[in-house]
């Protein structure tokens, strides 16, 4: 037999079934049970498959309230809006669902389960509690704008000859010193809600950290919210030191500024220098204000630290250490703060912050950690398709392979779904139709049936975005009610009746007068241009 058909044996009974019938249409000669024998399949099976009997799976496609071409657009309906940071709730599901329903004159209500079996049938898309996320930082996630950003990064690296070895990433994270994280907990059966005690306070505190490509850790550089370091803070604890390296800063407001910014630079400079493969070293950062300054530039031109930063708002997708490094390191953090408040919680010092710190950055900055995170950003390996796939725009083909072993994709569009709809339709119910054709087929009805499908969600999707753009603007143009500071509902509707009149009064006087304008300019035009004179106008 073809060698395209040996390696079926790890295949799904239907997959085996599936590429039997394949093989038969190719290869007519055979014998049903050689083909049975060969792929591992009921015989009688094959058989009543091949005489136009329709599968298990088929069959539950028939007694889906949807079509099988209709879940399929709702999921990559689904799948669109949470590329565009909408992720859709359950009820906007069941509200698309309803509306394909609809469209064919099905008015029966979905069953109460009926996202549960949706979501079972449809393992591509998922239940997830959603983050917020600035709108900002989603409209970054531009495919144009993050192609150049790659060409800067590659163009950078080339011109100066810098090696992964040189590559850095730079970044600052805050932390609320006594807030732990939530965890699943045993408690009574009969108690319905858990508390945990932390300590909870929630004094900030900002560290700078920075990694190379190749997984090396600067020392910690750690901001407390003060004017003078204690001794108190750096003090042993139970018999564990501190990292010696460690820089501990303080700021009126806890977070970074420009001098800070200069001050952590020549703590780069420090533990960077001496590791140095080339002569310049790339330093990824973003642009934020506290960052970069006039000095801080001058400072890395000076030591031939090459700064490149990265696009406005595209941290979250595109920097080593927001990837990979920090979400960890948080975790690590609270992990320590819960395992020191369970018998009782205090409030977190900032000695037992740096001590936690420092635990929780052994168990979460580790070398694998950090290339995994350079790997995941696309850059070190060099791989932007990584990040380009997910913002690239698609389009719906059809790949179709001739008998010859030529594939060609079409693309699949409206126009072409309609025309080839009753086409393959009148296909499908002539007798004799060999199997191969009728797979083919199916192929093309299932293909234009889907593009309707996706239509009509589309439409709904489009008709929503079009509602909420029109409230937008409702809002934008909100009207005071007037200078009192409290009334009752009756006078504020009363108030806003008065002024509706108002405007509707002097609008309609404002026309008529525009109106009456018009008429006696033309009046004044046709005047001039027979010579009667003007005099009649003054």
């Not at 079934?17 to 083909?35: M, T």
């Not at 983050?131 to 990064?153: E, H, P, V």
């Not at 179709?400 to 296909?427: C, K, Y």
């Not at 007798?431 to 439409?459: I, M, W």
Request: net charge positive.
């Amino acid at each position: 037999m073809a060698s395209n058909f040996q390696n079926t044996v790890s295949l799904s009974p239907e997959a085996r079934l599936e590429a039997a019938i394949k093989y038969h249409s190719q290869f007519p000669d055979v014998s049903q049970r050689q083909i049975a024998t060969q792929f591992n399949i009921p015989r009688t099976t094959l058989r009543a498959r091949l005489k136009g009997r329709m599968s298990c799976k088929e069959q539950h496609e028939l007694q889906q309230r949807l079509t099988v071409q209709e879940e399929a657009a709702l999921v990559s309906t689904l799948k669109l809006m949470a590329s565009w940071g909408w992720p859709a709730r359950i009820q906007y599901l069941e509200s698309m669902a309803k509306d394909l329903l609809t469209a064919k004159g099905n008015n029966k209500p979905l069953g109460r389960h009926w996202y549960s079996y949706f979501l079972a049938r449809h393992p591509d898309v998922k239940l997830q509690w959603s983050r917020g996320m600035d709108q900002k930082r989603k409209d970054a996630a531009d495919y144009a704008a993050t192609q150049r950003w790659f060409t800067l990064y590659t163009d950078t690296c080339a011109r100066y000859s810098i090696p992964p070895e040189d590559q850095y990433n730079m970044d600052e994270k805050g932390f609320a010193m006594g807030i732990a994280d939530s965890y699943k907990v045993i408690i009574n059966v009969e108690e319905a809600v858990a508390y945990t005690s932390e300590p909870g306070n929630r004094d900030w505190v900002s560290v700078i950290e920075s990694v190379s490509a190749t997984g090396f850790s600067l020392p910690g550089f750690v901001i407390f919210t003060g004017q003078r370091i204690q001794q108190s803070w750096i003090a042993a604890r139970n018999n564990v030191q501190l990292d010696g390296k460690m820089i501990i800063h303080v700021s009126d407001s806890g977070w970074t500024n420009r001098a800070i910014a200069v001050a952590w630079l020549e703590h780069f400079e420090k533990h960077t220098q001496p590791r140095k493969i080339g002569r310049y070293r790339l330093l990824i950062l973003d642009g934020h204000d506290s960052h970069v300054s006039l000095e801080f530039i001058q400072y890395a031109t000076k030591h031939d630290i090459i700064v490149l930063c990265l696009p406005p708002h595209s941290t979250h997708f595109l920097q080593p250490l927001d990837i990979g490094v920090f979400s960890p390191l948080g975790r690590a953090y609270k992990t320590e703060v819960y395992n020191h408040s369970i018998f009782g919680a205090e409030i977190v010092t900032k000695n037992e912050f740096l001590h936690f710190f420092s635990a929780a950055r052994k168990a979460a900055i580790t070398p694998s950690n950090i290339q995994s995170a350079w790997w995941a950003a696309g850059l070190v390996p060099y791989n932007p398709g990584r990040i380009l796939q997910s913002l690239r725009p698609t389009t719906p083909q059809l790949s179709i392979t001739s008998p010859d072993g030529t594939q060609v994709n079409i693309t699949v569009t409206p126009e072409m779904a309609e025309r080839w709809d009753d086409f393959i339709h009148d296909l499908l119910g002539r007798p004799g139709t060999t199997p191969s054709v009728v797979l083919r087929a199916k192929t093309f009805k299932d293909s234009h049936l889907t593009e309707q499908a996706h239509r009509r969600t589309f439409q709904s999707l489009a008709h929503d975005i079009v509602e909420k753009q029109q409230k937008q603007r409702r809002n934008r143009a909100r009207k005071q009610v007037g200078k009192e500071r409290m009334l009752t509902v009756e006078d504020a509707l009363s108030k806003v009746e008065q002024r509706e009149t108002q405007e509707a009064e002097k609008a309609a006087k404002s026309e008529r007068f525009w109106a009456l304008n018009g008429k006696v300019a033309f009046a004044k035009l046709v005047w001039k241009e027979y010579k009667f004179g003007t005099d009649v106008f003054t």
